[in-house]
């Protein structure tokens, strides 16, 4: 049996750490499975190094990294059920609270105000974020990783800024007007280019794309550039993803 | 012939868990060891596969782990908890059922081509 020594052992745990697994447990484990392998495997007189590159290798498909991320998979999976679970509750009732909102404004009720306040907050900072992080864990790429941060971020500004309109709050136009310059400039660009390089997703992405283009055409049509003493019109409308 | 990793994946919880009720303690790699020799060579658990399986483990509660220190190193040992005996025959009547209906299925695919 092959003894291995403190600096051995303290070269496969920075090793370990440079191969970027950052969980102390997973590190420890890793470590000591290693170095049993090499305690059980190696002979005296063997070359240490080539032996632990040799199998560390086959610890992983492309990275080590890949086991951390693993572990961490398993470990959120259950929460998975939970958060869909919430994600659901909170976009139907944001649906139905902005729903009786709307109807409470133009039957001119008091509690309108407090109703949209909610569902909006309830739509925009729980429900996005929570489809985000779902649909993010199911995106293949970095690529449409990059481009559901992007929608989402687009979504909840979109939310944001009509909420701030109805609401007669500061900011609003800045706000809206940001949220169409982002969409037309960062969000158009990288869904198309992303969704074109795909041969089933082509023709949806085209198709779409020309949809999203006449809608943020209508959008900025609606959007006050000059400043004017006339009050704004205020529409409200729910970011379809 | 040694299973793919793919045919290993969805049975290796109730192998660790099986293996861990029917011994005291265990680490990671006394777990790959047993497995290699109690089968063979034939199922060979793979490093990228158990850590992730046996943190999920942990942190369900269906095990409880020891840790002893040598050196600079740590040796984390597993125990099986009284919700992961229950699991674990819980895994494998449903493991048993699944084999059957395997070779139900299979058999019958065979008869009929």
């Known amino acids: ?241 | 012939m040694i299973f793919s990793t793919e045919l290993i994946k969805g049975t290796l919880k109730t192998i660790v868990l099986k293996l861990l009720n029917d011994n005291d303690k265990m680490y990671g790699y006394e777990i790959t060891q047993r497995v290699k020799e109690l089968t063979g060579d034939r199922i060979q658990i793979t490093e990228g596969a158990l850590y992730p399986t046996l943190h999920a483990l942990e942190k369900d509660g269906l095990v409880t782990t020891q840790i002893e220190y040598m050196g600079k190193r740590q040796r984390k040992y597993y125990t099986i908890s009284k919700s992961g005996k229950t699991k674990t025959k819980e895994k494998l009547v449903e493991l048993v059922e699944f084999m059957e209906t395997m070779t139900f299925l299979l058999d019958l695919k065979t008869k009929t081509i």
């Open chain 1, 1 to 241: 049996m092959y003894c291995i020594s403190d600096e051995q052992v303290e070269y496969i745990f920075n090793d370990i750490r440079r191969h970027g697994v950052e969980m102390e447990d997973l590190q420890y484990n890793l470590l000591d499975h290693i170095c049993c392998i090499i305690e059980h495997n190696l002979e005296d007189g063997d070359d240490f190094e080539s032996f632990y590159q040799q199998t560390i290798r086959q610890f992983y498909k492309n990275e080590l990294k890949e086991i951390e991320e693993e572990t961490i998979n398993l470990l959120t999976f259950k929460n998975y059920y939970a958060m869909k679970k919430l994600m659901i509750i909170s976009g139907a009732s944001a649906a139905i609270i902005l729903l009786i909102g709307s109807l409470f404004k133009l039957a001119h009720w008091p509690g309108a105000g407090v109703l949209f306040v909610t569902g909006m907050v309830l739509f925009s900072l729980i429900f996005l974020p929570l489809l985000f992080v779902l649909k993010t864990k199911e995106a293949g790429s970095a690529r449409d990783k990059v481009v559901l941060t992007t929608g989402t971020l687009v979504g909840i500004l979109y939310c944001l800024s009509a909420l701030f309109l109805v609401m007669h709050w500061p900011g609003a136009r800045i706000m809206q007007f940001s949220t169409l310059i982002l969409s037309f400039f960062v969000l158009l660009p990288l869904y198309f280019f992303n969704g074109i390089r795909k041969p089933e997703a082509r023709l949806n992405t085209i198709i779409t794309t020309i949809i999203l283009v006449g809608v943020l055409g209508v959008q900025f049509l609606m959007t006050p550039v000059h400043k004017s003493s006339e009050p704004q019109q205020a529409t409200v409308k729910e970011v379809k993803k």
